[in-house]
């Protein structure tokens, strides 16, 4: 098996995304896995930042069994050893957050249906035949709606769609444990953290970098 993580950035990384760089190639390693990182708008030069993670299904990576893709603001929780690769399964992330997005962006776009999947974007989990597949059904003018309107994911919830991938399936297991957010209760049995603004569910804010080095002292993420 050869398998790959990619994570992107436009522009030049900052602070935490450095350390984040840093952090996923040390857990490519882990996996034994091959990392890229990928800077720039490699997937149309008109749309979004976070729109080009949709570069991952170039056929430039089709020599890759798997590809994970992560954003540039996660990290492996100290002491994690569960592989993305072999102990997990499903494409992304479906927990409370995502279903009130699901609805959302159904009520906005006419051939979003919440019967079909819909996922986060932090991180995805895609196989050579599923990105084959999704790939297929890449019209790249049908994209441009989402560019500034739930980005990725509604892509991603597009295509879905298009394949009729039903929204119970290929969800990854457990919650929030492969994305979990630096603000919600139980990051300790997290196995990927995610870094946000927020310091508590309900507020106060500040940057990331606070947060990541909070997170640090508490002993969660290696420094």
Known sequence: MRNLILQHYTGTPGELEELSIKNIQEYAKFCGAEYKFLEGDLFNPDFTSPCQKMYMLSEDFDEYDMVVM???????????????????????????????LHQQISNRFALINTSHAYWGG???????????????????????????????????????????????????????????????????????????????????KREKIENYKDLVKRGLING
């Open 70 to 100: 992560l954003d540039i603001d996660m990290f492996t929780r100290k002491g994690m050893t569960k592989n993305v690769f072999t102990d997990t399964s499903g494409i992304g992330m479906y927990a409370s957050v995502q279903r009130s």
């Open 122 to 204: 932090a991180v995805w989990r895609l196989t050579r035949e599923q990105r084959i597949s999704f790939r297929s059904k890449l019209d790249m003018k049908e994209m441009y709606p989402f560019s500034g309107n739930y980005e990725d994911e509604g892509m991603m919830s597009f295509l879905a769609g298009r394949l009729q991938i039903r929204k119970e399936d290929e969800v990854i297991p457990g919650e929030y444990a492969w994305c979990h957010c630096s603000y919600r209760e139980g990051i300790e049995n997290a196995e990927l953290i995610h870094i946000r603004t927020k310091v508590t569910p309900t507020g106060p």
